[in-house]
């Protein structure tokens, strides 16, 4: 009787992980939600337990772990390569622009690797515990939950320059953000979606001044933001100093829901690359954000749909990395 269990358990496996595949042609084989069934099967519970009390202590953490798994993926492919730190062979990637005084939830990562390592030695990667921290984290905020593909290995590289060029930047145009979003296999649909994981979290003064004072060179305001909106901003960023000052990127910045696409309409879009999706004059976004701010649902959908997508963007299998004891360095 435990023999046919088995394999039925073992033939559901193997049907449950067409789905993905066949649904995101960009995704990769080898990546299936029950990767760990056999090998660490508590494996999402201790990532939820972790992120329970962290994110009940600090809610800012939700969102920095959403936007770890984000940064780790458009370079080298999740493979957790954001996660190394300087050493004789590796100049970490925390020190590119995007991310240098920026990047929060190491140490959170840290402790769901011990306590993982405890458990189940040297079988969780570090570049799946990204994607399950970012589900999780987004359930937590009160958005969706997916089925997370899992069998990332970790890489054994690093690339400052991949970090500096091939994260969009906050005063991106439309033209750059789809351009740097299809590099990856990602579309306008996932571009706006994930744009929205903004709905949560905050931003540093210097991501937004250029909005304030000087859009286009000329020292003045950017015209697409609302009056009272762009006042309120000022006295957070002000034009000289106060780099470190944050400001909220949506209304209910602990809450995932809509809202930030309901900001978008009324002008109230906190960086340039998230008003930009309905500014930018491309009628499909400017659509889905639209359609998004009146449906929320269609929007959890969605991202859940565009997080699995992201999450499969050049995973190492196999052979390929290797499985990390400490997040923070090789082997």
């Known amino acids: 009787m435990a023999s046919i269990k088995l394999f039925c358990i073992l033939i559901g496996m193997a049907l449950f992980s067409v789905p993905f595949s066949s649904a995101f042609p960009g995704s990769y084989s080898g990546l299936f939600p029950e990767y760990y069934f056999f090998s660490c099967p508590q494996a999402n519970d201790i990532v939820m337990s972790v992120l329970e009390k962290a994110i009940s202590n600090d809610p800012r953490l939700a969102a920095s772990l959403l936007r770890l798994h984000f940064h780790d993926c458009f370079v080298q492919g ?26 929060r939830g190491f140490e959170v990562i840290d402790e769901i690797k011990v306590k993982l390592e405890q458990v189940c030695p040297r079988t969780v990667s570090c570049a799946d515990i990204l994607a399950l921290a970012a589900r999780d984290s987004t359930v937590l905020s009160g958005g969706p939950h997916w089925e997370v593909p899992l069998g990332r290995r970790d890489s054994k590289t690093a ?4 970090a500096n060029n091939d994260i969009p930047k906050p005063n991106a145009t439309i033209q750059g953000l789809t351009t740097s979003f299809k590099r990856k296999g990602l579309n306008e649909e996932d571009l706006v979606a994930l744009s929205g994981a903004h709905t949560i979290g905050v931003a540093r003064c210097v991501t937004f001044r250029q909005r304030l004072y000087n859009q286009n060179g000329n020292n003045q305001p950017d015209i697409t933001l609302e009056k009272s909106f762009y006042t309120n901003l000022k006295t957070t960023c002000p034009q000289a100093g106060g780099d470190n000052n944050i400001s909220p990127l949506d209304f209910s910045p602990r809450r995932f829901d809509n809202t930030y696409f309901k900001l978008l309409m009324l002008g109230k879009g906190l960086l340039n690359s998230d008003e930009v999706l309905l500014t930018g004059n491309v009628r499909k976004t400017m659509d889905i954000v639209k359609n998004y701010a009146s449906d929320e649902a269609l929007f959890f959908q969605q991202f859940a749909k565009s997080m699995i997508k992201m999450g499969s963007i050049s995973p190492l299998t196999g052979n390929h990395g290797e499985i990390r004891k400490n997040c923070r360095k090789l082997n």
Do not use: F, Q
């Open 78 to 103: 999740c493979d957790a390569s954001i996660l190394l730190d300087n050493s004789s062979t590796i100049s970490s990637e925390k020190n590119a622009g995007p991310n240098k005084n920026s990047l």
């Open 159 to 162: 690339s400052v320059s991949k």
